[in-house]
């Protein structure tokens, strides 16, 4: 079905006007975006962001020799490239982290300012439509991460915007030159992450339903970014003698956990109860997109039907894009935010269904758009105060301004003398120039990438070390990734790790959010204090744990225990390393929500998820007891998917 033909009324002007107002609207509003992003400022965390990240300082150490072959994160250069140019310039602080989510948040809010005005023609609206993005619930986990979803969508608007430019230009330089640059904005978008192949068949559709006539213009766009891709191969045959590396490598995701099979009839839906999931405006923005599409449809033009099929088709190549055919697998796996990329045009077409219901009920009396008319800046000030309040915790789900653990960590790096040897794995000592370069670099570094198993070089770089340091989420990575895999007992641990107290003196341990990831030990001294060593049979742990060795099978009890234990005065104020030795059939057979109560007063919880071999294996955490700590609730979440779990021994370590 054709919607409408470029013959059928007089071409609409360009979009993109060199109008000086127009170029000021844009500057506040990316100052806004830039305050919107220091006021949700969160600590760097240990997940796909420091991995793009960490990826750029080891190129900026190693070059091309730290380019790992199969890992499908390193291929993603749109997203670890804003670091790595950051890092070259300004050094690896937190400057080069926070670098890409910030140009992400200007970048989103300049395109929708954009599309807001094309739409209503008012830059009143182009504001409405910015902000709505700043505040989007898709973008909430993303707004300080560099992270590739947020940027898939701005990559595509840039070339939905592109394309309609193409279509509305008569002069053959200005098509040849949107057209290019639409297949610049696809290629980037397919390099950021492989749906960005998905905008290949949209804006071909794009194409038959409004400018059947123009087909041949889209042939431009589909060879730039062919040659482009034949670019790419070009360079991946040369660095890993493959020429589609950039398959084989993202193949490597397939099978992952949330993409299981399931009835073809229910995929176009297995994300809509996402688009109203988040904090308290997410329901709103999706109530008002209902009435967004309708109205963006009959009210706003071809535009608005531009804008809509693109939401809608994006929207369900999420959803049912696969990854093999049968038995029918999704591409995307089910977490919230790879829907990220559609938050420019959801948030715009959020605000068509607000503008059509305020002014319906003008119709009817309520005039509440005259008023708003009557004083646009106060308005907007008003409406970005309160979507701030309802978007920060503990309303909505966005942290305010922290940096929980980087500052105590700083403090800690600046106290150690010049030429302290730190024996670390290298993302620890990545994490130490991410924090401060400065101090950093008056660390002596000794460790490897994996330094989990027992070597024998690794034992000596410990020896012969002042400190130990790890991040544990990231220490124990490729263990999880090896039980994962099928390995069933645990490789033997380093010594520093197995039985740090003979050694090490735990002297630091710092929680990122929920977890209490970052730990520190140095070297134990004759003088220093002996450390408490309790067993699971000792009197400190009586009516908390089982007789050991405790055998669970499902069904043995309810899916969560509860339980809460008075703090012994011997723990107060003290740093414990608590160590579990068991195994189960499946590696997080459980988790345990530990909260502590300070003088009373309930205290953020930590997150302990253990990882379990099938034969056997010793699992650790470490947290902080504050001295003033009466009591601590225990939660232990019971896999579903687990039959077993038995643990033979318990240790707690204090100091």
């Known amino acids: 079905m054709v919607f409408a033909d470029s013959t059928s009324a007089p071409l609409q002007p360009p979009m993109l006007k060199s109008e000086f107002t127009v170029r000021t609207h844009l500057l506040l509003l990316s100052l806004l975006a830039l305050l919107t992003g220091v006021i949700f400022l969160d600590e760097p965390k240990f997940g796909d962001d420091f991995t793009y990240w960490f990826h750029a300082f080891t190129l900026h150490e190693r070059g091309f020799d730290g380019w790992a072959k199969n890992s499908f994160h390193q291929i993603r250069w749109p997203v670890w490239g804003i670091c790595w140019v950051f890092q070259g310039i300004l050094g690896p602080g937190l400057i080069s982290y926070y670098a890409p989510p910030y140009i992400y948040l200007i970048g989103g809010s300049i395109l929708s300012f954009l599309i807001g005005n094309r739409l209503f023609t008012k830059k009143a609206a182009g504001w409405a439509c910015g902000i709505a993005f700043l505040f989007h619930p898709l973008i909430d986990s993303l707004v300080a991460r ?26 053959k330089r200005g098509i040849v030159l949107f057209a290019a640059c639409a297949g610049l904005f696809m290629f980037v978008a397919e390099e950021n992450r492989f749906t960005g192949f998905f905008l290949v068949p949209l804006l071909g559709c794009l194409t038959l339903a409004f400018f059947p006539r123009y087909w041949k213009r889209l042939l431009i766009t589909y060879a730039v970014l062919g040659l482009l891709v034949a670019g790419q191969m070009l360079f991946y045959k040369w660095l890993f003698n493959d020429w589609l590396h950039f398959i084989h490598v993202n193949m490597g995701a397939k099978g992952r956990k949330g993409t299981e099979s399931a009835a073809i009839w229910s995929l176009p839906f297995r994300f809509l109860d996402t688009m109203s999931k988040g904090g308290p405006i997410a329901p709103v923005y999706a109530a008002c997109a209902v009435f967004g599409l309708w109205f963006a449809w009959v009210k706003h033009g071809l535009f608005g039907r531009v804008v809509v099929v693109w939401f809608v088709l994006m929207f369900l190549a999420y959803s049912c894009a696969p990854q093999q055919l049968w038995p029918y697998r999704p591409m995307l796996r089910d977490a919230d935010r790879f829907l990220a990329g559609l938050a420019v045009p959801y948030g715009c077409i959020a605000i068509c269904g607000l503008y059509g219901i305020l002014s319906f009920l003008a119709t009817r009396g309520f005039r509440i758009l005259e008023k708003i008319g009557r004083r646009p800046v106060l308005t907007g000030c008003i409406a970005f105060i309160v979507l701030v309040g309802v978007s920060a915790a503990p309303i909505g789900d966005r942290g305010l301004f922290t940096l929980s653990y980087v500052n105590p960590f700083r403090a800690y790096m600046a106290a150690l003398p010049d030429g302290t040897t730190v024996f670390t794995h290298t993302h620890m000592r990545g994490l130490a120039h991410l924090v401060d370069e400065k101090d950093a670099r008056r660390i002596q570094w000794a460790g490897e990438k994996w330094i989990l198993e027992s070597k024998p070089e690794l034992e000596k770089a410990a020896a012969a070390s002042d400190e130990f340091w790890y991040i544990r989420k990231l220490a124990v990575l490729l263990q999880a990734k090896e039980i994962t895999a099928g390995a069933s007992k645990q490789h033997p641990l380093g010594s520093y790790f197995d039985t740090p107290e003979r050694d090490w003196q735990l002297v630091q341990v710092l929680a990122k959010d929920d977890t209490p990831d970052i730990v520190m030990y140095r070297r134990r001294k004759p003088e220093s204090p002996a450390p408490l060593i309790v067993g699971a049979d ?22 969560i225990v509860f339980t809460e234990w008075t703090l012994p005065d011997a723990l107060k104020g003290k740093l414990v390393r608590l160590e579990m030795e068991g195994s189960s059939d499946e590696r997080e057979a459980l988790r345990v929500q530990l909260t502590l109560f300070v003088n009373g007063k309930r205290q953020p919880p930590y997150l302990l998820k253990p990882n379990f071999h099938p034969k056997g294996g010793k699992e650790f955490v470490a947290m902080p007891i504050p001295a003033n700590a009466d009591k601590c609730e225990l939660k232990i979440y019971f896999n579903k998917k687990a039959d077993w779990i038995e643990i033979t021994n318990v240790r707690l370590i204090a100091e």
């Open 146 to 171: 560099p992270m590739p979803d947020i940027a898939e969508g701005i990559y595509g608007a840039c070339a939905v915007l592109l394309w309609w430019q193409m279509m509305h230009t008569q002069s």
């Open 538 to 559: 000792a009197p400190l742990f009586k009516n908390l744990l089982p007789a050991m060795p405790y055998r669970w099978k499902q069904g043995d009890t309810q899916e």
